[in-house]
Every structure is written in C-alpha cells, then in structure tokens.
C-alpha cells in the first residue's frame, strides 16, 4: 500500500473515532511504530492532525474568529460543536471561568463569545485566538508552548494558575476510566487540570462518549471531583447510570437533531 493511501485511511480512522493511538495504526497496515509515527508526522507537517502522547488527534482550528461559518463547521466535528453549545449554556454572565485546551472546549470557547463581562482565565492559545475581541476579560497563561497541543504548560504557568479561583472549569480529556477517574495524555496539562479541578468551584467535564474507556497516561482526578459532565447523547445506557450514581451532573448533547449542519453558531 502507498503511504498515500494510509495517510487518507489515518485521516478516516481519525474523524471516526477523534483520536488514534500509534499503535492502533501500526496494526491496522501491519507496518512498525516507527513507520506509523513518519505517517504521523507527514500529516502534520501538512497541518492535518497534531502529535500527542502516544498517537494523534485532527488539529483543530487555532483562529476560527478568521475563518467563516462554513469553515468552522467542517473543521470540528458535530458531536464536539453540539457538546460545546451545551457546555457554553451552562455559564452565567459575569461568571469567572477556566477553559482548558482540546477541540471540545474549543468548540465551547467559540459559544462563549457571544457573552460579555465573562472574566475567563484560559491556557489554551487556540482559545485564546477564539476570545480574543469579545466583550469579556481574558487572561492568559504563560509558560512554556507546547507546538504539538497548542497550549501553554510548565512551572510559570503552573505558579500562575494556582492564584486563581474560579466559578466554573471547563476541561477536557484524553480518556475516563470508571476506576482511576479522568484520564490526559499530556502530564504537564494533567498538572494543569489538577490544579483547577481544586481551584473551582464547579468543574464541567466536557468529552465525547468516544472517551470512555480510553487509555492515557496521566491521572487527573477521580470521577468523583467532576460536578457536570456533557458528552453527547451516545453514551451508553450503563455508562449514564453509572456517572448519575457518583451523583454527577449529566448533560447529553443531541448529535442527530435535523438540520444541524445549517446551524451557525
């Protein structure tokens, strides 16, 4: 097969699932993890998908302010728009907010700008870009920026966030786990949750149900330090009442309403 042809399935594996392990792409061609980390890196020198720990994710878009509707909406996926419009609905006006960096939290990002005198504190430079020019108060981490995650992390930005308190958090994922809890891929923006998961008064948890039962490296917090989750309405029938019994708070964004791909946001 030509590195071409596995380079459009990665990409279809990718916007079915959202994210690959490179492990996961070595089998699938029967080609060595050194072969699927040069597919990897090809796609992302072409600014398709972004390296994480261990596999890939598709990028997401770092200025959709610059971009038109139609762009955003085929850049992120219908589930993550749907889940960050529900996110965006639960924050009040002259609320204090963190948002974490993701494609999810993005697509709530990008619902919040129609709010004003919002005080959000983010680490996110995909974000950051998104916010920028609304009617609310943006802080911005500093620190060390990660190229690959787009996002700002290290001991300054650490130093920084623990000097905040804020009403809501907004956060994503790599994974959850029902036993060991919320689940990143990346350690320093595990550190980074962590932190704001004890600086917040209320903590959003936002993820598509394709999260359940992933895998990643770094231990956030137990499922039980989340007061709202929002995933989409595929979660399974076991898994709702498993998050209900931690007396969790979910929200389940509907992905197959008509007519949802004319919606603008």
Do not use: W
């Not at 994922?173 to 980074?192: F, Q, R, T």
């Amino acid at each position: 097969m030509l590195s071409q042809e596995r380079h459009a399935i990665i990409l279809e594996m990718l916007r079915e699932h959202n994210i690959v392990k490179i492990s996961d792409i070595a089998a699938r061609f029967n080609i060595s993890n050194l072969t699927a980390r040069r597919d990897v890196d090809t796609l992302q020198s072409q600014n398709l998908v972004r390296r994480i720990h261990g596999g890939a994710i598709l990028v997401s878009p770092s200025a959709i302010s610059t971009e038109s509707p139609k762009a955003y909406r085929s850049t992120i996926h219908k589930e993550l728009r749907a889940i960050g419009k529900l996110a965006a609905s639960l924050v009040q006006e002259g609320e204090s907010l963190f948002v974490g960096n993701g494609s999810t939290t993005l697509a709530a990002a990008h619902y919040l700008r129609g709010m004003s005198s919002l005080t959000i504190l983010t680490s996110s430079l995909s974000a950051i870009n998104e916010l920028v020019g609304t009617d609310n108060t943006l802080y911005a981490l500093g620190g060390y920026l990660d190229y690959n995650e787009l996002f700002f992390s290290g001991t300054f930005a650490q130093a920084m966030l623990e000097q905040f308190s804020v009403d809501k958090a907004i956060i994503g994922c790599g994974g959850i786990s029902m036993g060991l809890g919320v689940l990143e891929y990346n350690p320093d923006g595990a550190n980074l949750h962590r932190t704001i998961v004890r600086n917040s008064s209320r903590t959003i948890l936002v993820c598509s149900s394709s999260k359940f039962r992933n895998n990643a490296l770094s231990i956030v917090c137990p499922l039980t330090d989340i007061d709202v989750l929002v995933t989409d309405e595929n979660l399974s029938d076991v898994d709702r009442e498993k998050i209900r019994q931690l007396g969790i708070e979910l929200y389940l964004a509907p992905v197959h309403t008509p007519g949802d791909e004319e919606e603008a946001p």
